[in-house]
């Protein structure tokens, strides 16, 4: 069965609109309780959040559907996406909730699922979900003395804070690192300042005060000039970026200047190469992924897999391979020894801690392993019902930008599984050939996109 509701990252769409509304996330609840119902003992879920304002209308619908099918709810407010996946373990739980559009505005909202093992659910697993929520509910319902019960986990922060502290080299603190963390009045807004106090850091923390509307909203991990600034005002050693819900890392050396997810990934798997604790050989990443970056690996033996876009379909290979090291160029980091899906706040501290053993080296130096082949992306939005890439002309401007990078380079066209967008890339060594080939399909792309509208009228 096709998947309709669920997308690349769980379920996303405006607040109170539908699919992102009280009534879907109480059908959500109730399916998933019945998909993941099993045995006779009784049945546990942990429901976390980031700070958007929306998540007041969807954690209390959830909780509702949950509850009406037995299921008992433990609450533990916001928290970063990762720190709901290891509660879910931790706590021994049937499945775990986020409550998150990770990166989007506030106006949007999502639903994330976690099954028992603390990882994403499959695509078979969320089509399962999407049918149940089709049938009737009435005769599984569960009878009145058999109601789940709501509780509110009250040292689910220290419990998180504690675990991401004990992925640090034991021996090793921040003692003389001064670190602007921004935490895009997100998930992480008490977790990431307290880890890095704690472990000798001097903080300088930015985007800590969420109000329900400024998540993401000129900072975080999308948006990093704020912290750009903040490091080289302060004097900074090197900034540390999360997203809305913390699964996401960008780094800022201490000229200003923004550290990608491929550098992070490249800069760990580089180290733990050398420690022999890297596994599968290589790096787990996705056609987005810098061809720089795969040609430093090669000359290092090492080989990167390349996956579709998303963190699920990174962390699956990675589960089917061996490999402990993968992510995404855009933050996403998964270091499968410490967690089941992207940490941007252990990521952080693994390059931290190669940095504490530069001698005294700065992060310019340390985290910027390879040159990145010249990469261009433009992201163009298009209207519901539209689909500019079946028109001839677009496949044409396609055909023609790939026949002009031939074998210097490679283009990859998507559409967002998030939001609708659809994204432009191209990379190869002539940096103008590359920025003339996304510019001519994106033109396309729009031209497209307007005449569609002018039809539509």
Not at 228 to 238: D, I
Not at 274 to 302: D, F, I, K, P, Y
Request: aromatic share 4%; net charge negative; glycine share 12%.
């Amino acid at each position: 069965m096709t998947r309709h509701l669920f997308g690349t990252d769980g379920i996303r769409g405006t607040a109170n609109i539908d699919p992102m509304t009280a009534e879907t996330a109480l059908r959500v609840a109730m399916a998933t309780a019945l998909q993941f119902r099993r045995g006779d003992h009784r049945h546990r879920v942990v429901i976390g959040k980031d700070t958007r304002l929306s998540g007041y209308l969807l954690e209390p619908a959830l909780t509702a559907g949950f509850i009406s099918m037995g299921m008992d709810v433990v609450l533990v407010g916001p928290l970063p996406t990762p720190a709901v996946a290891m509660l879910t373990r931790s706590l021994r739980a049937d499945m775990g909730v986020v409550i998150s559009a990770s990166h989007n505005p506030y106006q949007d909202n999502g639903i994330k699922l976690f099954g028992p093992d603390g990882y994403k659910l499959s695509d078979e697993v969320e089509a399962a979900i999407e049918r149940r929520m089709a049938l009737p509910f009435a005769p599984d319902l569960a009878g009145p003395a058999d109601l789940g019960r709501a509780s509110r986990l009250d040292d689910a922060t220290g419990r998180y804070i504690e675990y991401v502290k004990n992925t640090f080299p034991r021996g090793l603190r921040l003692d003389g690192l001064k670190i602007v963390v921004d935490c895009a009045n997100g998930a992480a807004y008490k977790v990431a300042p307290k880890v890095l106090y704690e472990l000798g850091a001097d903080v300088i923390p930015v985007g800590v005060s969420p109000d329900g509307t400024n998540i993401n909203k000129g900072c975080g991990a999308t948006a990093t000039q704020t912290l750009q600034e903040q490091v080289v005002a302060h004097g900074a050693h090197l900034g540390v970026a999360l997203d809305g819900d913390a699964d996401r890392l960008i780094m800022v050396d201490e000229a200003g200047r923004p550290i990608d997810g491929d550098q992070l990934m490249s800069l760990i798997a580089t180290s733990w190469a050398r420690s022999q604790t890297l596994r599968g050989g290589g790096v787990v990443a996705t056609v987005m992924s810098n061809l720089g970056m795969e040609r430093h690996l090669g000359g290092l033996g090492l080989h990167l897999a390349r996956t579709p876009v998303g963190d699920r379909y990174v962390v699956e290979m990675m589960r089917e391979r061996g490999y402990n090291v993968g992510g995404e160029q855009s933050g996403h980091v998964v270091l499968s020894d410490y967690s089941t899906t992207g940490d941007g706040l252990i990521a952080a501290l693994q390059v931290l801690a190669v940095l504490i053993q530069a001698e005294g080296r700065s992060a310019s130096e340390v985290c910027r392993v390879f040159d990145p082949v010249p990469q261009k992306l433009t992201n163009i939005r298009f209207a519901a019902g539209s689909k500019p890439l079946e028109d001839a002309a677009v496949q044409q401007a396609i055909k023609e930008g790939e026949a002009r990078l031939a074998s210097s380079g490679r283009i990859l066209i998507r559409k967002s599984g998030t939001e609708p967008v659809i994204r432009v890339m191209a990379e190869g060594d002539d940096e103008a050939l590359v920025h003339g080939v996304v510019g001519d399909i994106a033109d396309a792309i729009r031209a497209s996109a307007t005449r569609s509208l002018e039809a539509a009228q």
